[in-house]
Structure formats: structure tokens, C-alpha cells
């Protein structure tokens, strides 16, 4: 079984920066990528980054190009998502996401085969 955990969310106020991490752990388990997407209330689950294992590339949602970074950690098996100049509309539960094959498009929740449980972001302004 695999499990990702996420960790780093919390209430900031807007312009302040957080860190999620997203760890891997079960059996063993290699990603072809790993994403975020978040869900704000009302609202459906929408794609923020993601990042191919074999290589490092990243893809980014619009609204989060140039605030956002994603990175990765081989050795840990632990993706990151670096949040700078939060906004109030960033306010969300953030979840981390596998995908364990090739898929076309990283940016539809369908692609991926292992979720995290999510973490509250709450960014006040």
C-alpha cells in the first residue's frame, strides 16, 4: 500500500510564503510524476504543479506561475511545494497526487493513481 503524507499547511496572512511536503512511504514506489491540486469550498478540484520524477520538469497553473516552485527530493521520495506571496484566493485544501505510468495530461486528477488526504492552506488579508 502506498501512503502520501502531506505536511507544512497553516494560516498565513496574504504575502507570506509556506512549504508543503508530500512524502511517500508503503511499499516500494517509484512515480513517473507527482502534482498538487487544491479544492476551495464550493469550488471543484483544480490543477496547481506538477513534476516529472525522471528528469525534473515542472508545469504550472497560471495563477500560481512565478509564486509557486515544485521541487523534489530522490532520496526522501518527497515532493515540495513552495508557496511565496500568498494570495487570499490560494486559500484551499491543498492535496499531493502520484501518477505511477505515463499519462498525456498531469493536469486532470484522472491521471493519477495515489492521493494524499489533503492539508488546509488558509491565507488571510
Known amino acids: 500500500q502506498v501512503q502520501l503524507v502531506e505536511s507544512g499547511g497553516g494560516l498565513v496572512q496574504a504575502g507570506d510564503s509556506l512549504r508543503l511536503s508530500c512524502a511517500a512511504s508503503g511499499r516500494t514506489f517509484s512515480s513517473y510524476a507527482r502534482g498538487w491540486f487544491r479544492q476551495a469550498p464550493g469550488k471543484e478540484r483544480e490543477f496547481v504543479a506538477r513534476?516529472?520524477?525522471?528528469?525534473?520538469?515542472?508545469y504550472y497553473a497560471d495563477s500560481v506561475k512565478g509564486r509557486f516552485t515544485i521541487s523534489r527530493d530522490n532520496a526522501k521520495n518527497t515532493v515540495y511545494l513552495q508557496m511565496n506571496s500568498l494570495k487570499a484566493e490560494d486559500t484551499a485544501v491543498y492535496y499531493c497526487a502520484a501518477a505511477q505510468g505515463y499519462r498525456p495530461d498531469l493536469r486532470v486528477p484522472e491521471a493519477y493513481d495515489y492521493w494524499g488526504q489533503g492539508i488546509q492552506v488558509t491565507v488571510s488579508s
Open positions: 513534476i516529472r520524477w525522471s528528469g525534473g520538469s515542472t
